[in-house]
């Protein structure tokens, strides 16, 4: 089917070449005014300024959708979440106002443990029907391309009910979907005094069903005090790329050990978190290949300091922006919250919130050749505003849903 979509009052995030953004070039976000896109099977097969439509489109097809004032957006790239879950963890979040700490929670057998209790007793089907809903409301909210963990399993079984149900909705979503196994994610109390038999367990029993069944792309660990040391990162992540999965990874969220620089020296796809960032760390990430995943969400929820953006971008990291959607420090999903709390909070430019949340989410992902800006070839996945004054009003006026419609793969979700 084609579709043409004209009268568009800005077409925002237009690229005739896909480029990983960082340092100035995040603040560059290229937009045509009064426009149009045309789309064939789900594909952008053309755009450009009304004034060329007939000449770019002599003959115009029949379906033809009006968008008079309204913006028009590459659909986000979430690049790291963990949305398949089971139950909800309100009453820890009761239990830190009250005064705790992630880590007290954690200490007390609360967290991602807890999570780990629910999910082990849930169905494959529950859990599949849960997160099917979680994705329905995100790919509601422009979310069009998603990164999923498994980690709330730690246990054979869980882990392989995740990364199945993570499948389930891959072949099922017209998202695009991504599948991370974070087996190591904390250690299971069955193995609270014996780490090097939950690695073992992770070696020999996971991966090789992960590998077999091609259960992954990616795999994450917690590299934390308290969780994951570097050297057991560097042990999974050696063992998981023998499998064909590369390094995405949990980083510096609450302390600098030494995880960054040797996530970048496995080649990771990106480092995520890094809300605790010393200049070496920055000025290392600066250096390399690998992408810097903030997920200010979480800071905000756990009321930590937030990640720091702007010398990030100074400094010329790439860097991207996730959602982190999971039950203990981020309970939400929604893109539009993430890129006006950057702006809001980190100091983000509108247009680098923009790009570090559409085409740098997509590098975050390596789906940059299918989406993330409006490009002839790529996944008509778009976000549709209403009538907005300008493209700032988008993170100034947080928390109001200015989307009126998403299309995902030429159809509206
Ligand atoms: O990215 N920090 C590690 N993992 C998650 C939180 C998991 C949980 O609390 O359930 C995160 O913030
Ligand atoms: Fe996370």
Known sequence: MTTLIINIEQLVGTREQ??????????????????????????ITDYGAMYELELKVPQLPKHIIKADGQFLLPAWCDSHTHLVFAGSREHEFV????????????????????SAQKLNDASEDELFNAAWKRLDEVAKLGTGAIEIKSGYGLT?????????????LKEKSSLLIRSTFLGAHTYPLLFKED?????????????????NEKLADYVDVFCENGFFSVDEM??????SMRY??????????LNSIGGLQRAIQLNAVSVDHLET?????????????????????????????????RQLIDNNCAIALASDYNPGSSPSGNMNYVTALSCIQMKMLPAEAINAATINGAYAMELEKETGSITVGKKANLIF?????????????????????????????
């Open 234 to 239: 560097e042990c999974i992540c050696r063992a």
């Open 277 to 309: 960032m010393t200049d070496k760390d920055i000025s290392d990430l600066s250096s390399s290949n690998t992408i810097g995943t903030l997920l200010p969400t979480a800071a905000f929820f756990l009321r930590m300091q937030y990640q720091p953006a």
């Open 385 to 413: 505003t209403k009538p907005v004054p300008s493209l700032s009003y988008l993170p100034y006026s947080f928390g109001n849903n200015l989307i009126d419609k998403v299309m995902i793969g030429g159809g509206f979700v």
């Open 156 to 168: 054979v079984e869980g882990e392989l009910k995740m990364l199945r149900v993570i499948k389930r």
């Open 195 to 211: 780490h090097a038999g939950y690695i073992r367990s992770i070696i020999t029993e996971m991966l090789p069903v992960i590998g």
């Open 18 to 43: 896909n480029e990983l953004l960082r340092g100035k070039a995040l603040a560059v976000l290229p937009i045509i005014e009064n426009a149009f896109v045309l789309i064939e099977d789900g594909i």
């Open 244 to 253: 064909g999965l590369k390094p995405k990874l949990h980083i510096n969220q």
């Open 95 to 114: 239990d830190k106002i009250k005064g705790l700490s992630y880590a007290d929670i954690a200490a007390k057998g609360g967290g991602i443990l807890h």
